[in-house]
């Protein structure tokens, strides 16, 4: 059989076998390490030990880490086969339509049940709790889908599953919810009268619609008041960032199948785990060879912690209960507009993605929304898929990409990670073609009084 070519294929699939069998941890590679998290009550160093309250040991010793590669559980690469390796498609039609010379490849991590690359972490976090013994997650949830993986792993491994869910997103988003509910979880709106956290919020103002800030403080609280519960997030902390890096990686052996090797890896940004779930394994290559290779994390205007933000120690929550962490913020009490894509706003960053971003060595945009939703919109249309309207900041910056190529008559290799499907946010495309949806700018007087506020270390 003759090699498939790049120019007659579309869609590159790999063997289950070829699964990765490690992640693979940048910080072994990084010429500046991410500075090591803060206790929020004292502003010192934070010990391990001081985790053990809300994670469990092997997480721990993942967060810290700086071993190159980690191996990956039989038991989570196991249920990996379910829908990885994830399909890798060359963006043919789009390309036409662009009248591009750019070839344009997308992964597309909308092919779970969850509809979104966050169960790559769920079910690895489910697996290492499970292991040490503990009954139950608590976690919070902006847009629903990291609430939807974590419930769908602790169902796997036979977890009960707490999920404190921004209220505006429980009200914009109710199946959502009735996902969670279909694996178990036992889901509330935040900010709820259930923890101190959350009724301080709603003293002060009852009519609060929450945000991811003050979910995450309650779900904290949560576990670190019950013995038998642990915490999980997300996104943002290292061990998240390299449970992702499966993306990449697979990515990289797909595109290898047709001789290709990306000029840019793009993709969206909210605490940075999809972008260095796909970039990461690139990022690799340019630090330890010096291949050549353009990073960028796209970022809503409405909340633009890398373009707009400062590089410093925050919390990583409203209320200070988790880490300090030095990393790029708009600050913990910044409550950025509702906007679309609730998987974008959180206030910080991975502290592996700012120090990475500090130190040129990847770069940073922002989109406002109506632009965002002009390219999901070309993209589905051309495509087939309706986008995550998060995933849709990464397809507007490839689009951009691609025009620059056609203008500048430059052949060009374009990745970009479809973090998600939107199939949840239908709501969301109704608004926008009402014709109502605004570009909503960040507030930089906001910002401004948040930076005032930022804890004091030495
Ligand atoms: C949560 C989410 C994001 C943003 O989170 P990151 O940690 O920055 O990846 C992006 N896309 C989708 C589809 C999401 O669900």
């Known amino acids: 059989m003759r090699k498939p070519s790049r120019d007659d294929i579309v869609k590159i699939t790999l063997e289950e076998s070829e699964i990765p069998r490690q992640w693979y941890n940048i910080v072994a590679d990084m010429p500046n390490k991410p500075e090591p998290y803060r206790n929020p009550a004292t502003g ?12 469990p040991d092997a997480l721990i010793a993942q967060e810290v880490s700086t071993e190159r590669f980690i191996e990956i559980p039989d038991e989570v690469r196991e249920i990996y086969k379910q829908w990885r390796p994830s399909p890798l498609y060359r963006a043919r039609n789009l390309e036409k339509l662009l009248g591009t ?32 013994g503990i009954k139950r997650l608590s976690t919070e949830t902006g847009a629903g889908q990291w609430g939807s993986a974590l419930s769908m792993a602790c169902n796997h491994f036979g977890l009960e599953c707490t999920v404190y869910m921004v209220k505006v997103s429980y009200q914009q988003k109710p199946y959502r919810r009735s996902f969670m509910e279909t694996f178990g979880a036992k889901v509330h709106a935040s900010p709820t009268n259930l923890t101190q ?94 291949t050549k290779v353009r990073a960028v994390a796209v970022e809503p205007a409405a909340c633009p912690t ?26 913990h009490d910044f409550v950025p507009e509702g906007i679309h894509a609730g998987g974008l706003r959180y206030h910080g960053a991975s502290a592996i993605v700012s120090q990475l971003y500090d130190d040129g060595i990847i770069e940073a945009v922002a989109y406002g929304q109506k632009s965002v939703f002009d390219a999901a919109v070309m993209f589905a249309r051309a495509e087939g898929i309706i986008p995550a309207p998060e995933s849709s900041h990464a397809i507007r910056a490839a689009i951009d990409e691609a025009v620059r190529a056609k203008e500048a008559g430059e052949e060009k290799v374009i990745l970009f990670n479809l973090s998600g499907h939107g199939y949840f946010d239908m709501a969301a495309y109704d608004y926008y073609f009402s014709g109502n949806m605004k570009d909503i700018e960040y507030s930089a007087e906001e910002v401004e009084k948040s930076m005032a506020r930022l804890p004091k270390v030495k």
């Open 44 to 55: 010192e160093l934070l010990e391990p030990e001081d985790m053990k309250a809300i994670f």
């Open 101 to 132: 010379p750019a070839r344009i490849y997308y992964k597309y991590e909308g092919n779970n049940a969850t509809g979104s690359h966050k169960l790559n972490s769920a079910l690895a976090q489910a697996y290492y709790n499970k292991k040490a």
């Open 197 to 290: 956290s959350g009724r301080r919020i709603l003293e002060e103002d009852p009519g609060s619609t929450g945000s991811l800030g003050i979910a995450i403080s309650e779900a904290v609280e949560d576990a670190a008041t019950h013995d038998d519960t642990n915490y999980s997030l997300g996104s943002v902390l290292n061990h998240v960032c390299l449970h992702q890096t499966v993306i990449g990686q697979e990515a990289k052996a797909q595109l290898e199948k047709v001789d290709e090797y990306p000029d840019v890896v793009i993709a969206c940004c909210g605490g940075g785990s999809n972008f260095a779930g796909i970039a990461f394994p690139f990022l690799h290559d340019k630090l330890t060879k010096g």
């Open 306 to 331: 890398l373009t707009k933000g400062v590089f410093a120690y925050d919390f990583g929550d409203t209320a200070k209960m988790a880490p300090i962490v030095k990393m790029y913020t708009l600050g």
